[in-house]
């Protein structure tokens, strides 16, 4: 695990600012990351959560990520095609970011945001494809990977 993934908006290990969850705005959160190493030719970015009630919860999978990009801006719409990549379907059952959420008086949920550096150009997933199923597929391809985990709670 040698991807360097930073957010100018919470620390590893820190709690995710309200704006970014259910009790804000709902904002994707902005994330950055290194360069992948020789071969990489696109790049996944999947969030989940371990620590809901059923089990770990997808909350969000954009892929087919050129090369040459190295961060997403906070905000991104939540349209299933986006500038060239793709977004599956999370467990709250839509496209795109789906915010930090738990249960109120569940306790403190860690939220991972994990990137992975591919060896293919892209995935080719049907449009209505899952987060567990792009998972699947990347990590059929995975060259590297990096994570920045962030805490929530209500």
């Known amino acids: 695990m040698t991807l360097n ?4 908006a919470f620390k590893d290990g820190e709690e995710i600012p309200k704006v970014y969850s259910c009790d804000g705005e709902s904002r994707s959160v902005p994330l950055s ?4 190493p020789s071969g990489t ?3 996944a970015v999947i969030c989940d959560d371990p620590d809901a009630p059923g089990g770990t919860f997808s909350h969000w999978a954009i892929y087919n990520i050129p090369a040459d990009r190295h961060q997403l801006n906070e905000s991104l719409p ?3 095609l986006l500038e060239g990549m793709a977004q ?7 496209f795109g970011y789906g915010p930090p959420c738990p249960p109120e008086g569940h306790g403190t949920h860690r939220y991972y945001f994990r990137v992975y550096a591919l ?5 080719e997933l ?3 494809s899952s987060v567990p199923q792009v998972e699947a ?10 994570q920045i985990m962030g805490t929530y709670v209500r």
Request: cysteine-free; overall charge negative.
């Open 5 to 8: 993934v930073t957010s100018h």
């Open 33 to 36: 990351w290194s360069q992948g």
């Open 41 to 43: 030719q696109s790049y």
């Open 78 to 80: 939540t349209d299933p």
């Open 88 to 94: 599956a379907k999370n467990d709250f059952g839509k």
């Open 119 to 123: 060896d293919a150009p892209k995935l």
């Open 126 to 128: 049907a449009q209505e």
């Open 137 to 146: 597929a990347v990590k059929q391809h995975v060259l590297d990977m990096g």
